[in-house]
């Protein structure tokens, strides 16, 4: 069955950008040549143009907009009518940017790294999902998704002759620290599961810095022994509870 030049297109633009040449690709289809090489030509062209990169700053003064502006009206004066009548349309809005962020975002930046293009839109979602969570339960497994994101970014970011991210390795050691604190708004049941799952991911964060440590310059070892001693009273921490919670104890740590 003939090829549909489209279909060809397609495919010799993909082995364009897994490094063939023009040149290579005209070879296959000699047949062609005069219709692909100039559009072959475009579409590297394109790829090779600079992509604007959006200003983080300005994506989270957004994020803390939408926070303000979901704020529930506490009268039902006239003025709180007509604010109460354009709540819909808020959560309208917000499912708009929901799905356009699962379309997108969670297909095109999940793995996104620190300077990146797309990493500004990843650092977007999450902090929308950060508003749009209302319970303690789900705000602690929230922060350690986060927590797990920022350990994997952190150690893709490690090299020996370059000075740590310490930015990203506070972040990730931060997300552990709230998730611990909204624990003790937990009952019992709810918080043993719960400590469980940050244990395993505070176990993954100290596994990945011992790594780091091993390969580390000299420069960057004082930064990951700081870190492991913020890991070990994430453990102490955790161990405490996990304590009072199996003594049947009410009241215990909530943070470090």
Not at 106 to 112: E, G, W
């Amino acid at each position: 069955m003939k090829q549909r030049i489209e279909d060809v297109l397609d495919e010799l633009i993909s082995e364009v950008a897994r490094g063939k040449t023009i040149g290579d690709c005209m070879s296959k289809y000699p047949q062609h040549e005069e219709e692909l090489r100039s559009l072959l030509e475009l579409a590297t062209s394109i790829n090779e143009v600079p992509k604007p990169e959006p200003d983080a700053e300005a994506v989270r003064a957004a994020v803390r907009r939408l926070q303000i502006s979901t704020v529930r009206p506490k009268g039902l004066n006239l003025r709180g009518f007509f604010t109460l009548k354009m709540l819909p349309v808020r959560a309208i809005a917000a499912f708009l940017v929901l799905f356009i962020l699962e379309v997108t975002t969670v297909s095109l930046s999940a793995k996104s790294l620190p300077g990146h293009f797309l990493y500004p839109v990843k650092r977007f979602a999450e902090d929308v999902q950060h508003v749009l969570t209302l319970d303690s339960e789900g705000m602690v497994r929230h922060h350690v998704v986060l927590a797990g994101r920022r350990t994997n970014e952190w150690a893709a970011t490690v090299e020996p002759d370059i000075p740590l991210n310490c930015v990203l390795l506070d972040e990730m050691l931060q997300e552990i620290s709230h998730a611990i604190g909204h624990l003790g708004d937990l009952d019992a049941e709810s918080a043993a599961r719960l400590t469980d799952l940050i244990y395993e991911c505070h176990l993954s964060q100290v596994e990945v810095l011992e790594r780091a440590k091993e390969c580390a310059c000299p420069c960057n070892v004082e930064e990951i022994e700081k870190a492991l001693k913020h890991c070990m009273n994430h453990s102490e921490c955790l161990e405490c509870i996990k304590y009072h919670l199996e003594s049947g104890g009410i009241r215990f740590p909530s943070g470090t």
